[in-house]
């Protein structure tokens, strides 16, 4: 997850924010795999990684591959779209822009939104959420806080994430309401090295 630390009165739109080396990589390999199986040719992809190597901005790296997936498979996402999951289960993750304020419904259904390589617009992210029957996930990367201040009526809130402390911590803080659902935040585990293997005899 990175964070652009721009003040809340500053904030650039999604399109003008900064690429990173891994946004343009990303980038390349899809031009790659597009090339690879025929959606463009040769001379497109060689003009298009140039453009992509040379790309300061999300939004310009963003036009490179508008024609090659559909929006929800896209390698940056910079429009976040509606977040609801309605009697079923959705989840929103990879490379996306996440706005200071947004809203996220899940009404008898799970909505999982996962931050760990999302871009946040600014330190202290709000979720305006409306749960009703149903379940709102957040997954986060280490050294986030999670807050929960909205109104929970018969409703549950699961905390499973290492709260840091300090002025400089991202926050994300879940409003809104919970009817009869579940709100829950999870860290997950670091992967353990798998045991040495025994030397063959």
């Known amino acids: 997850m990175d964070l652009p630390w721009k003040s809340d009165s500053d904030d650039l739109s999604p399109r003008e924010l900064r690429a990173s080396d891994t946004d343009r990589e990303n980038v390349v390999r899809l031009l790659r795999e597009a ?3 025929g959606r463009i040719t040769l001379d497109e992809h060689g003009e298009r990684v140039e453009r992509a ?5 999300l939004g310009e790296l963003a036009e490179l591959t508008r024609d090659l997936l559909p929006a929800d498979r896209q390698p ?22 996440v706005p200071g304020r947004f809203a996220a419904a899940a009404v008898f259904g799970t909505l999982e939104i996962d931050l760990r390589e999302a871009l946040l617009q600014r330190r202290h992210i709000v979720v305006r959420a409306s749960v009703l029957g149903g379940r709102l ?3 986060v990367p280490e050294g ?6 909205g109104r929970s009526i018969v409703g549950t809130q699961a905390l499973r994430v290492r709260q840091p402390q300090g002025p400089d911590v991202p926050v994300i803080e879940v409003s809104g309401t919970v009817v009869f659902g579940s709100v829950g935040a999870r860290t997950p585990k670091r992967r353990r090295l798998g045991r040495l293997r025994r030397p063959a005899r």
């Open 35 to 37: 090339h690879g199986d």
């Open 144 to 149: 986030v806080r999670v807050e929960f201040t």
């Open 137 to 139: 996930r957040l997954v």
């Open 76 to 97: 940056i996402r910079l429009d976040p779209g509606p977040l609801h999951a309605l009697f079923g289960t959705v989840r929103r993750d990879g490379r996306w822009v």
């Open 53 to 57: 190597y040379a790309a300061r901005t």
